[in-house]
């Protein structure tokens, strides 16, 4: 398996312009995490899905934050406008079954600089 | 929420020498997981232990559940352990987010 996948790997992008970040997640697991890392507030959890619905998006920050999974296979996080504050590592992550028994799989994030 | 305090925060060793990070956390929990991430930024997962102790080559961690505490143990430690060591905790009955503890720097030095 290769792992949860992420994209692109680094970004970096001008203020007010609009920035997508994929996941493709792990085949067969049904839970996806979107979490944000910065030096302050360290590892913040922003969103979760299970089975493609949003359960959870009390991290999400603002209204400028939105995620979507269309399918089982792919997650998008959007920024829009972007700020310099939003700078930061973006963490999704995978895992299987309603207890997460088997754990979490990070994919390699996004390190999103905005200037 | 429940809160994760993670300690030291900061350790350095000389290569050979062994550790031991601790994670308390305020409230019972269901899942606890241990995380190294590496100088590129990789969180890499390192147990799954909700409780009892398990052990991968030089390292092992033990959580006692009841006590609220895990502990990873590091045993001659080598230059590629360096790197933050974070443990994160799911409440019981907060469906599936973790929690997050602010984590333990790790340098190990020749």
């Known amino acids: 398996d290769a792992g949860v996948i992420q994209s692109p790997r680094h970004e970096v992008t001008e203020m007010g312009q609009e920035v997508t970040l994929r996941c493709k997640p792990i085949?067969?697991?049904?839970?996806l995490f979107w979490y944000r890392q910065t030096m302050m507030r360290g590892l913040e959890l922003l969103i979760y899905?299970?089975?493609?619905?949003?359960?959870?998006d009390s991290g999400m920050p603002e209204d400028r934050f939105s995620a979507k999974m269309p399918n089982a296979s792919f997650s998008t996080l959007k920024i829009q406008p972007s700020e310099p504050r939003d700078s930061a590592v973006y963490f999704c992550?995978?895992?299987?079954?309603?207890?997460?028994?088997?754990?979490?799989?990070f994919g390699s994030g996004t390190r999103l600089t905005v200037v | 929420g429940i809160q994760v305090e993670q300690s030291p925060p900061d350790l350095i060793l000389q290569e050979g020498a062994n550790s031991t990070l601790r994670c308390n956390f305020s409230?019972?929990?269901?899942?606890l997981q241990w995380f190294h991430q590496n100088p590129w930024g990789q969180l890499i997962n390192l147990f799954y232990?909700?409780?009892g102790t398990k052990q991968n080559g030089r390292l092992s961690a033990t959580t006692v559940a009841t006590e609220r505490y895990s502990l990873l143990y590091i045993s001659s430690s080598q230059t590629t352990d360096s790197g933050v060591y974070f443990c994160?905790?799911?409440?019981?009955?907060?469906?599936?987010?973790?929690?997050f503890g602010t984590g333990t720097r790790l340098q190990v030095t020749l």
């Open positions: 994160a905790v799911r409440n019981t009955g907060t469906a599936s987010k973790l929690t």
């Open positions: 085949s067969g697991h049904d839970y």
């Open positions: 232990i909700p409780s």
């Open positions: 899905f299970n089975n493609n619905v949003p359960i959870d």
């Open positions: 409230d019972s929990v269901n899942n």
């Open positions: 992550a995978s895992s299987f079954g309603r207890i997460a028994n088997y754990g979490y799989t």
